[in-house]
Structures are given as C-alpha cells and as structure tokens.
C-alpha cells in the first residue's frame, strides 16, 4: 500500500487530521475522544510540551499558554510589534519575533511543529502505523513568506509537506463542489474562532481558483465571546469596567461566555453560573438567545460589508444566477443568526451537509487522498474513465455513454441493417476515446440475430447500463420480435488503470486531427457507395428525359466522387459527395414523381 498522505488543517483557534482509511475520508480523535484539537500549546520548565485541551485547562491555572500562534506565522517582528498577544515576544536577531512561554523562546514556526507534531501522534496512534508525509491548509490570503512558514513547521514536526492548500479550496472539496460544472462559481464563508474569511471560488478543469478573497485576521468567534462576557459583566452592576479586570477574572467569564455561546446554538435560554468568582462573589445569570443575538450583531454585520465587497471583487452581479452554491466553514457558522445572514445575503440556503469546523481538515485528508492513490478507486468509480460504445459500419465507434458519466447510468439507440438480408448483427462493446473501433478497447461483443430484410429495414436496439458497482450490462433487442439478447460485462467498464486512462485520452488528442479525417472520409465514403448505384439505376429510368446539361454534370459529379474515393482526401470526398448529392436532386424528383405516375397507371388499368 501507498504511504498515509495525512490531511491537517492547521487552525487559528482549533486544528485537526484525518486520512483516507477504506476509500472515506475520515478526521482522527485523539485521546479524549475529540476530533477537534484546540491550537494551544503550553510548555513546562524542563521543556515538556502539551498541546491542545490539557494546555488550554493549565491556563485556566494561572499558566502561560500560546494560542492563535497562527497570526504570526511567517511575519516579521517589525510587522507584529504593535500586536497585543497571550504571551511576551520580542525580536530575535535575525528579525523574526520569539514568544516566551515558561522561560524559553519559541517562534511561532516551532510552536505550530509542536501542534503538527501532536497532530502526527494523534494520526499514528489511531492507525497504529507511522505516518510521515502530510497535506496543510492555510487561508487563501496567506504570502509565500506564510505558506513557508508553515511548510517548514511541517517539516520541523516531522512531516514531508507534499502540499499546501489554500482553506477555502479544502473546504470546497469537502463539500464535493468539484463535482459541479466547469466555470461554476462557489462561495466560500469561513468564521472561526479569531479570523473571518470569504472567498469566491471558480472551477476550471477540476481544479478551483480563487477569484476574490476578503476577510479579517480580527474577527470571529472570540468577537462574540468577548461581547457576550461584557455583556453579562454590565449586568452584575459591579460599577467596575471589564477592561479593568484582572487577567485570570477575564479568562474566566471569557470561558463561561463561549460555553453559553455554543449552547444557544441548540438552546433557546442558557443559564451562566460562576460560583465564588471572587470569595462570596458568584455570578448567576441566565441568557437568551436574542440578548446573544443583539450582542453579536456588530460582527456579522462587518462580515456582511465584507462578503458584498468580495463578490463585487469576483465580479457577482446577481447571486442567484451567477453563484452556484455556498457553503459555511468555521465552529461560528453553526450559530443560527450567522446561518441566516448567509443565507440572506447569498440568497439561498446554505450547504450544511458537512460539520462546519471539519471540513477544511476532510478536504486536506481528500487532497492528500487523491495525491496517495487511496482515494483514486472511489473516484474512479464514481464516473466512467473512459468513453463506451459500439462499432458501427465503416468500423466507427459510436458512443454511447462519454467519459466522465456518473454512474449509474443508461443510454441506448437504434442500429439497422448496413446489408439487405443480413441475418445478424455483431455488436461489439468498445471502450476508449478514439473514432475508429480498432484503435478502442474491446470490452466484449454479442451476435444479435434478426429476419433477413431489405437493407436498413432490420431494427436493433441497444442499451448499454452501469450498475452502482460499475457493472455494465449491455441489451441488444431485435425490434421486430421483441427478443432479447443480454450480455454483462464486469466492473472493467469503469475499473480501468489510471495510466492506461490517460495514455488512452493523450493518444486521442495526439491523433485527434487524423481520427476526424478518418471519420469524415469513412463517412462519407459509405453515404458514396449507398449514392453511385442509386444515381446509376435512376439514370437507367430517367435519363431520356433530362436536359443534357444536368445528366452532364451528374457524370462528371459521379466521376468526381470516383476520384475522390481513390484519393482517399476526406474533405475532397465530402464535397464530391455533397456535389452529387446536389446534382441529382431534381433527378430524385423525377424519378419520384414518375413512380408516383406508374402507381396511378397501374391502379387505373386494374
Ligand atoms: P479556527 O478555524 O479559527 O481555528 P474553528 O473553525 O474551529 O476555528 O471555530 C472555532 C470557533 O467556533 C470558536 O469561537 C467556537 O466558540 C465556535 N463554535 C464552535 N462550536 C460552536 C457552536 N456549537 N455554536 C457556536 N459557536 C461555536
Ligand atoms: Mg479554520
């Protein structure tokens, strides 16, 4: 088996990782049964490491803890010195800011490794396998300076970053928007717990570009809680500001407010209690769901100005017609007023088919799937590789089912008799994407009898159709009796080699130009042989009676096509052909009507 790609997203607020396991792209629980990793890394005094709920619990004890690390990955401390942030930084030497936690410095580099690495160890431990390549998201406003500064905290954690995607990107992908039409254009709204992002998305060729992107690194989730916390401050009537208390109170009511937060997501009325807040102190309150609404107002009303600032930027002029979908990404979206001003905005319900605060990580675990080969037989048989059909006269292949078709599926059409008399039919299953039948794939063939018949007259209907298992049955039914002939042919239909697949496709753009010219000359070679004998046996008739000028051009059109066969020219005989077609039109007339004229004959000397 391939090696593991792991799929992380490495969050502000929340990080998580997954991997492709039997085909599905699943996110991996770490010891306390929880999917979602807090991004907080807390260090010891003999430089032990915890990361994740454990170092969010230590500051809850008074204890140092860095989080939301990510708003300076890769950025200079000339940028950030004006920051306030968790924990002291300075400047290093070489420019680039260092954090203290418990004594040491730290970059920002090597505490998120120190996350990747506790990501990496959730990963083997679940799978009971080492793992070491990996896939990592980053916003899609994120500079070179940032994205490698990501890489290289992969790196330092151990891990071989095979790529970096762009979060909305990741996010798209887990909503299976890849699957939509080329030039379909998806919106991308992401509030998480520090950053709000919104980005438009346009699909080309299986792969999404970002179109226009706008956000802010201040906004999220912590926003609310905040708002909330002074809130229910105010409300105690204690006459001392919010602003001025001491840090580890703040924490404290901070805490409470996000667990209440989340809680009237479900809940219509929550109730907050902090007991011996300070020594006879406790807080008691009880919330509504439209006092958290009020609160938090002020923020998604900024992630409104801008989400219209963005699609203005894509280009989006009417949202109903020219998105395709939006889908909601980040912890905050589950909230219900935030739900609703999405769907406001963009005019639609939202997609909520995945679990807002995994889908980036499950759309890394889908790019690292698709890059391992663990996830290229589930896409495989989602559609079909390659194109299938028949042969037809002449040796064309005639397509039933294109590439690219969803499965399962089903079409059909009807063939006739090239020959009069003939007694069977050959049909011959091919699969490929070349025009003439030999350079295809034989998948298989059935030999479908029917009653001798004038040519053209014997009717075979075909149908090809593709189980969910990628099973191909094909159907060959003589019209005239009704019987059927049935031949199934396994999941080879869909279950094709992927080098094959595009060694298949690349030889049919390579021979593009001569494939159509066969396919043009063999056409209009058997429209020829079925025209020559017809002109001949209806000048035979009529030929008394035409103008000498019109049977002149009539031969030398005929003779035209002749040579035209001979020089085997497919654009040459395409014209010799359409020439006599146009040249015995009137004759066609003739000859109708003097049938017409021996038919009434006839009836009156009855
Ligand atoms: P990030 O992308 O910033 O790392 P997430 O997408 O995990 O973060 O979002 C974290 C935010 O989502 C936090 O502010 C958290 O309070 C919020 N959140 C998570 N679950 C809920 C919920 N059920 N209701 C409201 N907010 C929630
Ligand atoms: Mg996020």
């Known amino acids: 088996m391939a090696d593991d790609i792991i799929g992380i997203d490495l969050g502000t607020t929340n990080s998580a990782v997954g991997v492709v396991e039997s085909g599905f792209p699943i996110l991996l629980a770490g010891e306390d049964g929880s999917r979602i990793v807090p991004s907080a890394v ?14 969010l619990r230590r500051r809850g004890a008074g204890a140092q803890v860095a989080t939301s690390i990510k708003r300076f990955m890769g950025r200079r401390y000339a940028e950030v010195a004006d920051e306030d942030f968790c924990v002291p930084f300075k400047e290093q030497q070489d420019g680039v800011p260092a954090f203290e936690l418990n004594g040491g410095d730290y970059t920002a580099v090597q505490i998120s490794a120190e996350i990747l690495k506790h990501l990496k160890q959730v990963a083997e431990t679940q799978l009971e396998r ?28 151990g891990l071989e970053v095979m790529r970096i995607v762009s979060e909305p990107t990741a996010a798209a992908l887990a909503y299976g928007l890849d699957k939509l039409g080329e030039k379909s254009r998806v919106a991308v709204y992401d509030l998480g717990g520090g950053t709000f992002d919104i980005s438009v998305l346009e699909l080309h060729e299986g792969v999404f570009q970002v ?45 409470e407010a996000k667990l209440v937060k989340e809680k009237l997501t479900e809940a219509d009325r929550v109730g907050l209690s902090i007991p011996f807040f300070r020594e006879n102190f406790h807080v008691s309150l009880e919330i509504t769901r439209d006092t958290l609404e009020r609160v938090m107002r002020p923020v998604i009303a900024k992630t409104e100005g801008l989400c219209r600032r963005v699609l203005a930027d894509a280009g989006i002029k009417d949202v109903e017609v020219d998105l395709n979908a939006v889908v909601l990404v980040g912890g905050s979206t ?47 048989l989602d559609v079909t590789p390659l194109s299938l059909g028949i ?20 079409a059909g059409e009807m063939f006739t008799n090239a020959i009069a008399n003939q007694e069977m039919m050959r049909v011959r299953v091919l699969q490929g994407e070349r025009e003439m039948a030999r350079d295809n794939w034989e998948l298989g063939s059935v030999d479908v009898s029917f009653d001798p018949a004038p040519k053209g007259q014997a009717r075979v209907g ?34 094709v080699d992927d080098s094959d697949v595009e060694k298949m496709v690349s030889e049919s753009v390579d021979y593009a130009f001569e494939d159509m010219a066969e396919r043009i000359f063999t056409e209009a070679r058997l429209k020829a042989e079925e ?12 030929q008394d009676v035409m103008e000498p000028a019109e049977l002149e051009e009539i031969r030398s059109a005929e003779a035209a096509v002749r040579a035209a066969l001979e020089g085997r020219e497919p654009n040459p005989l395409k014209a010799a052909v ?14 109708v009507e003097k049938a017409m004229e021996e038919a009434l004959m006839r009836k009156l000397g009855e």
């Open 531 to 542: 025209l020559l004998p017809a002109v001949e046996m209806g000048l035979a008739q009529v």
């Open 130 to 157: 080492s793992v070491s390549k990996a896939v990592i998201t980053v916003p899609a406003y994120f500079n070179d300076a940032q994205r490698n500064a990501t890489k290289q905290a992969g790196e330092l954690a």
């Open 42 to 55: 807390w260090v010891g005094q003999d430089g032990d490491v915890e990361v994740g709920k454990s170092a």
């Open 391 to 410: 042969e037809t006269f002449g040796g064309l292949m005639n397509v039933l089912i294109p590439r690219n078709t969803t499965i399962p599926c089903k």
């Open 462 to 495: 075909v149908q090809f159709s593709i189980d969910e298992n990628g099973i191909l049955e094909v159907l060959a039914r003589d019209v005239s009796t009704g019987k059927d002939t049935v031949l199934e042919i396994n999941s080879a239909a869909v279950d």
């Open 211 to 255: 179109l226009a992107t706008a956000g802010d690194t201040r906004l999220g989730g912590d926003d609310i809680d905040e708002a909330l916390a002074q809130w229910c401050w105010s409300q105690l009537d204690t006459g001392e500001s919010f602003d001025n208390l001491a840090n580890q109170e703040r924490q404290r009511l901070l805490d």
């Open 334 to 380: 589950r909230i219900p007023a935030v739900r609703d001003l999405v769907g406001r905005v963009f005019r639609r319900e939202p997609d909520s088919s995945q679990h807002p605060d995994e889908a980036v990580a499950i759309g890394a675990v889908i790019q690292g799937g698709v890059m391992s080969g663990a996830l290229r037989d589930m896409v495989l």
């Open 578 to 591: 359409q020439r006599l077609d146009k040249a015995t039109e009137h004759m066609a007339a003739v000859l």
